[in-house]
């Protein structure tokens, strides 16, 4: 679909409901009398199963505004898309160019961070929405950031704080977000006057639409006027529309809520036990970093849980060919020396790459699906 589709004014007003990337899915909406004035987002969940999120074309504006308030968008502004539109994130960025009025420049062809780096300076760009992966491409290409640029908002995963402090020396002014399709785009990011601070992960503020808690669990609740109005599943041959019920969503995160500061710890379901204690793979992951002093780089491996009949599962690291033998075996010795029992890995295995999404977020069913595993 094309951006400029999506600004047009008449976009917002049509009843017609929009199903992105999918103008099968689109059609079978029509028939559904709720959907009137939505667009539907695809997403398959940590589970790998296919659904439709179903978010109001005014949940998307309010979203929108949201954002753009936080982020002390204005007129003279240029948000840059380059985060496909038929995902939230891309959808978002051009709802946002629409609500403020301003430029939008899209980025075009597959991603290069030289091409990138260039285009931004060519377009004047002033707003941009990156996923780790691609901040961490610039960082390696020691890019250095156009100077119109005022924001770079990065969302779809953990920007470390060494590449994150790393990409702020070149200039990448770089701020950490949290969000999900349910709510249409960021539920919490750092404002632009963190800038002057060293950059750190986390804590992220509330954008100003967003109340959030946390159940007995640690699991996110998020309540706002922005949420989605329901999802759409397939399976068996057909598909069902299944709306919200309630002002709350409980997610399947788990977080830290102090007051309106919010920590993402990772997903609920990432947890597993291990001789029955309960182990977080990715924490497992951030600890490795920390222990190779930053060598190793967030998306360069993972740590799986594989199912184990005594241990319940095992952990077992897995790194890209591209990461060096003397590294690896540095770090996970350092590991070893620390780790308990139940935090114990497995021998590493070696890929040539480590599966991704489009948007850069680590396939983590697909590597335990590896044979060789």
């Known amino acids: ?53 179903a978010l109001s074309k005014t949940a998307l504006q309010l979203s929108a505004a949201a954002v753009n308030r936080h982020l002390l968008v204005d007129e003279a502004a240029c948000w840059g898309l380059t985060l496909p539109l038929h995902h939230v994130g891309g959808f978002g960025v051009v709802a946002r160019s629409h609500e403020a009025a301003c430029r939008l420049a899209g980025f075009i062809g597959k991603w290069d961070a030289t091409r990138f780096s260039e285009w931004c300076a060519a377009s004047s760009v002033t707003h941009v929405s990156l996923v780790p992966t691609q901040v961490f491409d610039l960082v390696k290409a020691g890019l250095k950031a156009a100077r119109s640029l005022r924001v770079v908002v990065v969302g779809g995963g953990r920007l470390e704080e060494a590449t994150g402090r790393a990409a702020r020396a070149l200039g990448w002014p770089v701020l950490a977000s949290y969000g999900m ?61 299944h709306p919200r019920t309630g002002d709350w969503h409980a997610t399947g995160d788990r977080v830290l809520v102090d007051g309106r500061q919010l920590t993402p710890l990772g997903r609920m379901d990432s947890v597993i036990k291990v001789l029955g204690e309960l182990v977080d793979p990715e924490a497992v992951e951030r600890e490795l970093i920390s222990l190779s002093r930053e060598e190793l780089k967030a998306g360069t491996f993972a740590v799986v849980a594989i199912p184990d009949e005594r241990a319940g599962h095992r952990l077992v690291p897995v790194f890209e060919q591209a990461v060096g033998a003397e590294l690896i075996a540095r770090t996970l010795e350092s590991y070893a020396r620390i780790a308990p029992g139940f935090r114990r890995l497995a021998e590493p295995v070696i890929v040539d790459a480590i599966p991704r999404s489009e948007l850069g977020k680590i396939k983590r069913l697909d590597l335990v699906s590896f044979s060789r595993l």
């Open 1 to 53: 679909m094309d951006a400029t589709r999506l600004i047009d004014p008449a976009f917002w007003t049509n009843p017609e409901p929009l199903a992105m990337g999918d103008a099968e899915m689109g059609v079978w909406a029509r028939g559904v009398g709720e959907l009137e004035r939505h667009v539907l987002f695809q997403t398959s969940g940590s589970s790998g199963t296919p659904k439709w999120i």
């Open 181 to 241: 399709t349910e709510t249409g785009s960021q539920i919490a990011t750092q404002p632009p006057q963190l800038l002057g601070s060293p950059y750190q992960p986390a804590p992220l503020p509330l954008l100003d639409i967003w109340e959030v808690a946390e159940d007995g669990e640690g699991r996110l609740r998020v309540a706002g006027p922005a949420l989605f109005s329901g999802t759409v599943t397939e399976g068996g041959g057909g598909r069902a529309w």
